[in-house]
């Protein structure tokens, strides 16, 4: 009968009614909207570190290579035994893991009449098409068994004018400090997607970079991807389908990367390795940076959006009792305890915020269908390519913010029902 009663009592000024619903509705479909655009960004982020950036989900390679490495190429390579003992006892840890040796390098790359700095990659054709999940198929797969190959990034095929079929000219210093050169054959073109190696970046069969750097078998790190997933795909790279993928396969969270991280760790250092695993959370430096804005933006924008609509909650309600009064002493003098009186007004509130949270969740998901429907695309700091404005559903954070939404909106009305029920009833019922 109570909930009749607050249900009738709620549309006696109706139109209050619906402006404070309005207001819980579109403050929770801008949460949930932008909860859901944040989730699509992290897990395109998280893509495009595991996938694009060819960290894998780990990274392992000898302590001290990040800061000496370069000093002392020779002494931070992972030799063909650390290669062999390593993956033994990864496949002991993790049967299921697909492993990627790799090998860095750099130098200058010429056309026979001009010349640039490059910064390469050498990884096995093969394992480089698994590693790059859904960005594989951004240019044709480097042939097996050839090692005088290239993909060059676009930005540095453009510097020295060189397409696929052309030869270009290698020149590096190997792990002993000599002077080598190579003639590769340009295989394709890719771009990269970043601003930053898009000028820069080389791929080589692993093979031709052991040769170039003449260190035979060996690696300066192993990527490490929890499961093997080969993606077949001959859209453009930047088709619809390509990249609702990306924005859709998520990779595994910081609680699972660290806890295999450590579980390595002390199987390497039992079996009398000194390997260091760092998370892909951790080799991504990008990904850190920009989910650090988001989820500092989400926050603040979370507290606005939530102090607006409380604060309209709460005046809406404060008007209700307020003009209430009479009613409230009538209701006493009926018999009706202050704790009753409280709990009507509360379950008006209740009645309230669940029509907001509905209305606001179904136009939450209509926005959402709408905008990933229209193909928005937009090209953001740092990235050469056009990417679409993606709403994903962050289901916690949108049950979240309907709880924080009840809380508050309860607190908002039980302080001024209580201070009104507990009116003695002689000032109620003369309260003009």
């Known amino acids: 009968m109570n909930w009749i009663l607050a249900w009738r009592n709620l549309w006696r000024n109706w139109r209050r009614s619906i402006v404070m619903v309005a ?16 989730k699509s960004i992290y897990v395109g982020l998280g893509n495009v570190a595991v996938h694009g950036e060819l960290t894998g989900h780990l ?72 590693l790059q999940g859904p960005f594989n198929g951004g240019a044709r797969p480097l042939p097996s068994g050839q090692g005088a190959v290239t993909i060059l990034a676009e930005g540095l095929g453009q510097i020295l004018n060189l397409k696929r079929g052309d030869y270009g000219t290698m020149l590096v210093s190997t792990l002993h400090g000599q002077v080598n050169a190579m003639d590769v054959d340009v295989h394709d073109t890719l771009n990269s997607g970043n601003v930053a190696t898009n000028d820069k970046l080389l791929l080589l069969p692993l093979s031709g970079t052991r040769t170039l750097l003449d260190a035979p078998g060996m690696a300066d790190r192993l990527t490490v991807l929890f499961t093997k997933e080969l993606v077949q795909d001959n859209s453009p790279l930047q088709s619809s389908t390509r990249m609702q993928r990306i924005y859709v396969k998520e990779n595994p969270g910081e609680a699972a990367t660290a806890g295999m991280r450590d579980r390595l760790t002390a199987a390497f250092r039992a079996n009398g390795l000194d390997l260091e695993v760092r998370t892909w959370q951790e080799v991504s430096a990008f990904y850190r940076q920009i989910k650090g804005i988001y989820d ?14 409380i604060l309209s909650v709460a005046n809406s309600m404060s008007m209700a ?20 009186v409280v709990k009507l007004f509360m379950k008006e509130s209740a009645i309230m915020v669940v029509l907001g949270i509905g209305s606001g969740l179904a136009l939450m998901l209509a926005a959402r269908y709408g905008v990933n429907l229209a193909d928005i695309r937009y090209v953001p700091p740092a990235n050469t390519l056009a990417i679409p404005l993606h709403v994903g559903l962050d289901v916690l954070n949108t049950v979240l913010v309907a709880i924080f939404l009840c809380l508050l909106s309860s607190l908002a009305t039980w302080l001024p029902a209580l201070r009104a029920a507990r009116q003695p009833i002689p000032n109620s019922l003369g309260h003009v």
């Not at 500092?296 to 609509?309: G, H």
């Open 23 to 38: 207001s819980i509705a579109v403050g929770f479909m801008a949460l949930g909207l932008f909860a859901g655009y944040t």
């Open 59 to 130: 990274m392992i390679n000898k302590r001290g290579w990040l800061t000496q490495g370069r000093l002392e190429p020779a002494r931070y390579m992972l030799t063909p035994d650390d290669l062999a003992r390593a993956e033994r006892i990864i496949r002991t840890e993790l049967p299921q893991a697909y492993l990627v040796p790799r090998m860095g390098s750099f130098g200058l790359l010429s056309n026979g009449k001009s010349s640039t700095i490059f910064v390469g990659e050498g990884v096995d054709p093969d394992d480089l098409q698994v």
């Open 296 to 309: 500092i933006t989400y926050v603040l924008m979370l507290a606005v959006v939530l102090a607006v609509v």
């Open 321 to 340: 009792v307020i003009e209430r009064t009479r009613e409230i002493g009538t209701l006493r003098a009926l018999g009706m305890t202050p704790a009753a």
